[in-house]
């Protein structure tokens, strides 16, 4: 069986737990997430960086999220691609495979800062950014597209393996809120 990022991890990601944390971090967020949105109606979001879709259907799979806007150019460098052996047909492929299942789902085929003119600040509830792991880069995403949410931002990969972003949320944010098993993170702005 072929690995994924979320849905089935390498084992060795898993070598301290014998639980897929890659999955249950991300769950926890949602539960997290239900706090500040239950109440609430038409809540959207953006998700920067989907790749083949799992967390996004995830995200949707919650129900909480009126519109989830994702950000995926479907081309570039990734590491993921070598790490998992793919290339980014199968990875588009899976993308539409995995968020069959909802139609409040729109994908943007562009790069982060090529898609930043498209949405008036204030527009998303929620924004999860989860695209390139290099300083530079998650830090130019959180400066793009925090004036573009209203409530939470966050991400993926807050931990001692992807040092840039540990370094880009701490200067930006000094902490995150909250961290969860996965690394993703979380800063309610508002």
Not at 14 to 32: A, S, T, V, W
Not at 51 to 63: D, L, N, Q
Not at 91 to 109: A, D, G, P, S, Y
């Given at each position: 069986m072929k690995n994924?990022?979320?849905?089935?991890p390498?084992?060795?990601?898993?070598?301290?737990?014998?639980?897929n944390?890659q999955?249950?971090?991300?769950?926890r967020?949602?539960?997290h997430?239900?706090?500040?949105?239950?109440?609430?109606?038409n809540?959207?979001?953006?998700?920067?960086?989907?790749?083949?879709?799992?967390?996004?259907?995830?995200?949707?799979?919650?129900?909480?999220?009126s519109?989830i806007?994702?950000?995926?150019p479907?081309e570039?460098?990734?590491?993921?691609?070598?790490l998992l052996?793919?290339?980014?047909?199968?990875?588009?492929k899976?993308?539409?495979?995995?968020?069959?299942?909802?139609?409040?789902?729109?994908?943007?085929?562009?790069?982060?800062y090529?898609?930043i003119?498209?949405?008036?600040?204030?527009?998303f509830d929620?924004?999860?950014?989860?695209?390139?792991?290099k300083y530079?880069?998650?830090k130019?995403d959180?400066?793009m597209y925090?004036?573009?949410c209203?409530?939470i931002?966050?991400?993926h990969d807050?931990?001692?393996q992807h040092p840039?972003?540990?370094?880009a949320?701490?200067?930006?944010?000094?902490f995150?809120d909250?961290i969860?098993?996965d690394?993703?993170?979380?800063?309610?702005?508002?």
């Amino acid at each position: 069986m072929k690995n994924t990022l979320r849905y089935n991890p390498p084992s060795e990601w898993n070598k301290d737990n014998n639980y897929n944390y890659q999955y249950f971090g991300l769950i926890r967020l949602c539960e997290h997430l239900v706090s500040y949105f239950v109440e609430r109606k038409n809540i959207t979001m953006l998700e920067i960086g989907s790749y083949k879709g799992e967390s996004t259907s995830i995200f949707a799979s919650t129900g909480l999220f009126s519109k989830i806007t994702c950000l995926e150019p479907f081309e570039g460098n990734e590491e993921a691609l070598d790490l998992l052996d793919d290339d980014w047909i199968r990875v588009k492929k899976e993308f539409w495979t995995n968020t069959r299942h909802w139609n409040n789902i729109n994908l943007v085929q562009k790069f982060s800062y090529d898609a930043i003119d498209q949405f008036p600040n204030k527009h998303f509830d929620f924004i999860y950014i989860d695209a390139n792991h290099k300083y530079e880069d998650i830090k130019s995403d959180i400066n793009m597209y925090l004036p573009k949410c209203k409530k939470i931002i966050g991400g993926h990969d807050y931990g001692n393996q992807h040092p840039g972003v540990m370094k880009a949320v701490n200067e930006i944010f000094t902490f995150p809120d909250v961290i969860f098993d996965d690394g993703s993170w979380i800063k309610v702005i508002s």
